[in-house]
């Protein structure tokens, strides 16, 4: 369950909130579809813990981005600081 769930996070984080939320209420139905759990104070715990276990996976994901795109923009500013000396040029998209 709980690397399942931090995967999907992972995974999906291009939409977080909707991520979370399907991995929220999907878990537990997927666990009543199953017949691994019945209705009641289980299926509340479950989707509690698929709560946190997709969340991680988002906060994993969005941690990895943020410290990607700052290395892009220390290696942008290194690169424009010596790029006349060096004959070095860099291409730089925007899309992350």
């Given at each position: 369950?709980?690397?399942?769930?931090?995967?999907?996070?992972?995974?999906?984080?291009?939409?977080?909130?909707?991520?979370?939320?399907?991995?929220?209420?999907?878990?537990?139905?997927?666990?009543?579809?199953?017949?691994?759990?019945?209705?009641?104070?289980?299926?509340?715990?479950a989707?509690?813990y698929?709560?946190?276990?997709?969340?991680?996976?988002?906060?994993?994901?969005?941690?990895?981005?943020?410290?990607t795109?700052?290395?892009?923009?220390?290696?942008?500013?290194?690169?424009?600081k010596?790029?006349?000396?060096?004959?070095?040029?860099?291409?730089?998209?925007?899309?992350?």
């Amino acid at each position: 369950m709980i690397p399942t769930l931090i995967l999907f996070g992972l995974i999906f984080d291009r939409w977080p909130w909707s991520s979370i939320l399907i991995g929220t209420l999907g878990w537990p139905l997927l666990l009543l579809a199953d017949k691994t759990i019945s209705a009641g104070v289980l299926l509340l715990g479950a989707a509690s813990y698929a709560f946190i276990n997709t969340g991680v996976g988002v906060l994993v994901h969005q941690g990895m981005l943020r410290l990607t795109r700052r290395k892009i923009q220390v290696d942008i500013k290194r690169a424009t600081k010596r790029g006349s000396q060096k004959g070095c040029h860099y291409v730089v998209q925007n899309n992350l």
